[in-house]
């Protein structure tokens, strides 16, 4: 089995150690490198090449926003990004989720989970429970404007119907399994869909589908019709 392989960033030298140590224990994970500050992440990223990226929101001179949009604006594949934070909905998280990273964890979170969060984005499943999507979901809704709203449909104006019901049902944070269940169509076929989404949209993982899919007012409209 091929470690993952993980980078850290975080300004506080404690949380580092902390996170080193209960990561870099487990069989599947290697700490490949750590970062004090988001500038240090793209030439680390590049000298290590990690899998995924702990990334903490807040630090002092390249914040993990930037340095997120940074990776993200490099066009290639990159490693998966996971932020580190102390809030479950802020704006600087959502922008982050926007910005592409593949979803976040709160700094209170109990190792295992911490550890189940990275394995999932490793493989390139979500780490957004339903529950924290809607929260995130209900945070956006704050911060929506009719110009983001007016871009977001014209975004979704390109799906298929049936894109267009994968799209929904990703952004009410279902698992393919649970998406294949309620439109009757088999889990390769979801995976399929949301694959072509993602080209389509030209996104980098299911969180950014699910905000697209608010940002349309898709949720609102629960799967009624019409664009």
Same mark, same amino acid.
């Not at 807040?58 to 340095?67: H, K, N, Q, W």
């Given at each position: 089995?091929?470690?993952?392989?993980?980078?850290?960033?975080?300004?506080? $030298?404690?949380?580092?150690?902390? /996170?080193?140590?209960?990561?870099?224990?487990?069989?599947?994970?290697?700490?490949?490198?750590?970062?004090?500050?988001?500038?240090?992440?793209?030439?680390?990223?590049?000298?290590?090449?990690?899998?995924?990226?702990?990334?903490?929101?807040?630090?002092?001179?390249?914040? +993990?926003?930037?340095?997120?949009?940074?990776?993200?604006?490099?066009?290639?594949? +990159?490693?998966?990004?996971?932020?580190?934070?102390?809030?479950?909905?802020?704006?600087?998280?959502?922008?982050?989720?926007?910005?592409?990273?593949?979803?976040?964890?709160?700094?209170?979170? $109990? $190792?295992?989970?911490?550890?189940? !969060?990275?394995?999932?984005?490793?493989?390139?499943?979500?780490?957004?429970? $339903?529950?924290?999507?809607?929260?995130?979901?209900?945070?956006? &809704?704050?911060? &929506?404007? =009719?110009?983001?709203?007016?871009?977001?449909?014209?975004?979704?104006?390109?799906?298929? =119907?049936?894109?267009?019901?994968? !799209?929904?049902?990703?952004?009410?944070?279902?698992?393919?399994?649970?998406?294949?269940?309620? /439109?009757?169509?088999?889990?390769?076929?979801?995976?399929?869909?949301?694959?072509?989404?993602? &080209?389509? /949209? =030209?996104?980098?993982?299911?969180?950014?589908? &699910?905000?697209?899919?608010?940002?349309?007012?898709?949720?609102?409209? =629960?799967?009624?019709?019409?664009?």
């Amino acid at each position: 089995m091929t470690a993952i392989r993980l980078l850290l960033v975080d300004d506080d $030298p404690l949380v580092r150690a902390g /996170l080193s140590l209960m990561l870099g224990g487990a069989a599947d994970i290697e700490i490949v490198g750590e970062a004090a500050d988001g500038s240090e992440v793209e030439e680390l990223v590049d000298r290590v090449h990690p899998d995924v990226v702990l990334m903490d929101i807040r630090m002092p001179s390249v914040d +993990g926003l930037t340095a997120t949009e940074r990776l993200r604006a490099r066009g290639d594949a +990159g490693p998966q990004i996971v932020v580190l934070t102390t809030f479950h909905a802020d704006e600087q998280v959502l922008r982050a989720l926007r910005a592409g990273a593949a979803g976040f964890v709160l700094k209170d979170t $109990p $190792p295992a989970e911490i550890l189940d !969060a990275v394995r999932r984005v490793a493989a390139g499943d979500p780490v957004l429970s $339903p529950a924290v999507t809607r929260q995130l979901m209900e945070h956006a &809704a704050g911060t &929506a404007t =009719d110009t983001r709203r007016a871009r977001a449909r014209e975004r979704i104006a390109a799906l298929g =119907d049936r894109e267009r019901e994968v !799209a929904v049902a990703v952004g009410q944070g279902l698992a393919n399994a649970e998406i294949a269940t309620g /439109l009757f169509m088999s889990v390769a076929t979801v995976k399929t869909h949301v694959s072509r989404i993602l &080209a389509k /949209l =030209d996104l980098n993982n299911r969180v950014q589908i &699910a905000l697209l899919a608010y940002d349309a007012g898709l949720l609102e409209e =629960d799967g009624e019709g019409g664009h």
